[in-house]
Nanobody
Framework: QAQLVESGGGSVQAGSSLRLSCAASGRSSSGYVVGWFRQAPGKEREFVAAINWASSTYYGDSVKGRFTISRDNAKNTVDLQMNNLQPEDAAVYYC?????????????????????WGQGTQVTVSS
């Protein structure tokens, strides 16, 4: 059973940056895609970013150019660098992990396509 633990959330002002981290434990994450979803109150979960084992990256349209996802396979960690945060970025951010059949797999952008979820970390952005 995989366990994902997020850290790095907090409260910032618009235009600021935050770095979220996700640490995986409990099983080998070799080959797994790791990503981030977010959910704001009253809204559906939204795909933010993902990175496969080969370090190909994928981003939601609303964060392209502002967020950067990276991974350290040796440490089983994935980071999400979030720059120029805006109030609409405020949400609970969830780290997710899934095996999509290949180390170069293109990940699903549907939350139902991911099996492993962290508990989430809150990001608040004030204007």
């Amino acid at each position: 059973q995989a366990q994902l633990v997020e850290s790095g959330g907090g409260s910032v002002q618009a235009g600021s940056s935050l770095r979220l981290s996700c640490a995986a434990s409990g099983r080998s994450s070799s080959g797994y895609v790791v990503g981030w979803f977010r959910q704001a109150p009253g809204k559906e979960r939204e795909f933010v970013a993902a990175i496969n084992w080969a370090s190909s990256t994928y981003y939601g349209d609303s964060v392209k150019g502002r967020f950067t996802i990276s991974r350290d396979n040796a440490k089983n960690t994935v980071d999400l660098q979030m720059n120029n945060l805006q109030p609409e970025d405020a949400a609970v951010y969830y780290c997710v992990s899934q095996w999509f059949g290949s180390m170069r797999a293109i990940p699903s952008r549907n939350p139902e396509g991911w099996r492993y979820w962290g508990q989430g970390t809150q990001v608040t952005v004030s204007s």
